[in-house]
Every structure is written in structure tokens, then in C-alpha cells.
């Protein structure tokens, strides 16, 4: 059993689902599709494994069985194309439950024929991957199917200890005292929050909090001008999608998700998990221009990725907390769970009292000639009121939104 460690913060927490959909230059047939995930599942441990647990411990880990994990869905009934409306229709229900991750695995996939393309989606558990080793296993599997390209084993190495991250980025001396009193009120309390307990509180929860989700494009010919005139002003495209976020939604601070595997000697090369970080991006104006706004933001990123210990803060936090703590923070503040430790946690580090904050999830650009189009349906936490998802796909921009 290899053992979850920061990944712990996504096990008890409802809507830690997310997808992407691809479209494929080769037409729909069952074997080949069927040949391909098993490919898949043998370079990649985690697609053939299921939820374990150590009672003595109080440890949760992934048991790698001898067989392919995947749920697999094929839909005979021919689509346009991922624009399709019955490709998100499966994905809400798909996500409309709580999967008992001790009984069924952490990928589930649905396919369609498209004329001379095959439609997948993809329904990710944050466990399995995060959304750039999503993105890997999209690619993977569609050089697979289009050109029969077999993908390479990837041994999975998680990270496992806060051995494994930089030494300047222990926390800082307010967070370690808030992360403290924390285990401390736990350790006086013995609370422990059963899977059972979890997934029946969040079958409740996901019967009443019904999302959104919509989609937009910015082609080819868009892009270019927005990325000319975020040259111009010395800025990325993330940070424009950053402050156009701000500016729409009215709001001082979004949330954005950073990808460190160049950063974590744990990674293999190829693996699934997670290795990624979250920080808040706060800009204070009234300015309404998204290329003078995102110089703004530019500077704020970059003092955080070049500062460890604002960079990987809430890694620190999932890696220092009493794993029990984790384990209660949602249904102490969301699932009636009497857990003063978990509340103080779930409220004041993960904002899961209520859903009013906003993120960004930029998996970057890719040039594809096995894919014709893909995008990126971003999870939506509990603490979130609205999340982007950006992919950028042979020149295409595709921004999905999960809104409550």
C-alpha cells in the first residue's frame, strides 16, 4: 500500500472530481478502445488501484490490485463532436455522487463515435492525478488510440514527507501556531472521522449542491492579439486570465493552481498524483483594464513563486496537520460533524464554511496531431463559488467554467 499523504486533503472532501474531453483522429471501435486503457492501466499503477485502509494507524493508502480499475462506458449513439451537450450531461452524473473509493476505481471514461473521431471523457478522483497529469494521460492516450503509440511505464512517487520540499519553505510562524493548536485540540479530542461517516454526509451534501458549468472559445486569430498585447505589457496570459477574472467577477483575489514537479526531486517523469500548489493572488484597484491589471498581478506571482514559503504554504499545512484534522475540516464546517479542530481548520485555512471564493487552473498550451480539440471541466470545491479550467489546444483557448 503506498501511503496518501498531502493528497489527504482530497479524500473527505465532496465535488474532488474534474474531467477533461478530447476528440481523436481515429474512428470510433470498442477492441481498439478497450486495448488502449489497458495499455494505460499497465503503465500506470494508480488506474488499477483502489482506496485502502490502516486502522491501527489511521492511514489511508492506494491498494495497486492485478486489473484495470477503469469504469469504462461506451456510447454507440454517434455526436457532433465535444461540443455535444450529452458529453457534459454524463459528466454531471458521473460527478452528481460520491464514489466509494474502496469498491471502484479513480478513473472513470465514456466515449462516443464522432464521424471519422472518437469523443472521451475523462472523470479524474483528485487522488489519481491533478490536472497536468490529467492532461498527460489525455495525451498518452490519444497518441495510443490515433497511432497505436504505447505508453511507457511511470512508477509513481508521491510525495511522502515535508522531507520531500525545499528547506526554506518551512512555514511561517503564524501558520505553524494556528497548525499547533490545531493537532492540539485534536489530540485532547480523539476525533476521527470514519470513510463510512464521510460518504454518507456527502451523498447528502451532493443531492443539494447542484453546479454550473459553461464553455467558451478564444480561436486561434483572438489568441495571437491577446498574447501580442500580453508582450506589450510584460505579462503572461495567466496573468490577464487572472485579472479578467478579477474584473468580471468583481473580485480582489483569485485563487491560482501552480504546478512544481520541476521543482519536487519525488516526481517520476510521467506519473500520476498530485505535485501541484494553490496561492491566493489579492490586488486591491479599481482598475478595469485587464492588461494594466495583470501588470499588477504579474508582480504580486511573481514574489510568491520566489518566495518557498508563501509557494508552498498549503502544502506545508496538508503535510504538518494532524492527517484526523484533514479528515474533518469539510464535514465539521459543512456535514454537522462536532469537530473543533476540523472547523477551525476547514474555515479558516480551506474557506469550507461557504462557497465565495474564485479560482484559476491553467494547464497550459500543447500542440497535438493526435487530438483535434480537447478541454479542461475544472473541480469545484466546496469552498469555491466559481472556478476556470484553461487548455489551449493546438492554438484554441477553451476556458470551462464550474460556477454554484
Not at 520540499?165 to 505553524?176: A, V
Not at 469539510?330 to 454537522?336: Q, V
Amino acid at each position: 500500500m503506498q501511503l496518501i499523504f498531502t493528497e489527504r486533503a482530497h479524500l473527505m472532501c465532496p465535488h474532488m472530481n474534474f474531467g477533461i474531453v478530447l476528440s481523436v483522429r481515429h474512428p470510433y471501435g470498442e477492441t481498439r478502445i478497450l486495448e488502449t486503457l489497458k495499455f494505460l492501466s499497465s503503465a500506470h499503477p494508480f488506474l488499477q488501484a483502489l482506496l485502502d485502509y490502516e486502522i491501527d494507524r489511521n492511514l489511508y493508502g492506494y491498494r495497486i490490485t492485478d486489473s484495470p480499475k477503469i469504469g469504462i462506458r461506451m456510447k454507440e449513439q454517434e455526436i457532433a463532436g465535444i461540443d455535444a451537450p450529452e458529453i457534459m450531461d454524463e459528466y454531471r452524473r458521473l460527478t452528481s455522487y460520491e464514489w466509494n473509493l474502496f469498491e471502484e476505481g479513480m478513473l472513470k471514461v465514456s466515449v462516443w463515435p464522432a464521424g471519422e473521431e472518437t469523443c472521451f471523457l475523462l472523470v479524474f478522483h483528485h487522488l489519481l492525478a491533478d490536472g497536468r497529469a490529467a492532461l498527460g494521460l489525455a495525451e498518452e492516450l490519444a497518441d495510443c488510440y490515433a497511432w497505436g503509440r504505447i505508453p511507457e511505464l511511470a512508477e509513481e512517487k508521491l510525495i511522502s514527507s515535508a522531507e520531500d520540499f525545499p528547506k526554506e519553505s518551512g512555514m511561517p510562524l503564524i501558520s505553524r501556531m494556528l497548525v499547533n493548536s490545531a493537532n492540539k485540540i485534536r489530540a485532547k479530542t480523539r476525533e476521527c472521522v470514519s470513510y463510512r461517516e464521510y460518504y454518507a454526509a456527502a451523498g447528502e451534501f451532493l443531492k443539494n449542491d447542484p453546479v454550473r458549468h459553461a464553455v467558451f472559445r478564444i480561436d486561434r486569430k483572438e489568441l495571437n492579439i491577446i498574447r501580442n498585447e500580453c508582450r506589450k505589457h510584460h505579462v503572461t496570459v495567466n496573468d490577464w486570465l487572472l485579472a479578467r477574472m478579477m474584473i468580471e467577477e468583481h473580485t480582489e483575489k483569485v485563487i491560482m493552481a501552480c504546478d512544481l514537479r520541476k521543482q519536487l526531486a519525488c516526481y517520476n517523469d510521467g506519473a500520476l498524483g498530485n505535485y501541484s500548489t494553490a496561492f491566493s493572488v489579492g490586488i486591491r484597484t479599481k482598475e478595469r483594464d485587464p492588461y494594466i491589471l495583470a501588470g499588477a498581478v504579474h508582480k504580486r506571482v511573481h514574489r510568491i513563486m520566489n518566495h518557498p514559503r508563501k509557494l508552498y504554504l498549503v502544502l506545508q499545512c496538508y503535510a504538518n496537520l494532524d492527517p484526523a484534522v484533514l479528515d474533518a475540516a469539510w464535514i465539521s464546517c459543512r456535514g454537522n460533524y462536532p469537530s473543533k479542530a476540523g472547523k477551525f481548520i476547514g474555515s479558516m485555512f480551506f474557506g469550507f464554511d461557504a462557497a465565495k471564493g474564485y479560482s484559476i487552473t491553467n494547464l497550459g498550451s500543447v500542440e497535438s496531431g493526435s487530438m483535434t480539440e480537447a478541454f479542461f471541466i475544472p473541480p469545484a470545491s466546496p469552498a469555491i463559488r466559481k472556478t476556470q479550467g484553461i487548455l489551449t489546444v493546438n492554438g484554441i483557448m477553451t476556458v470551462c467554467s464550474s460556477e454554484r
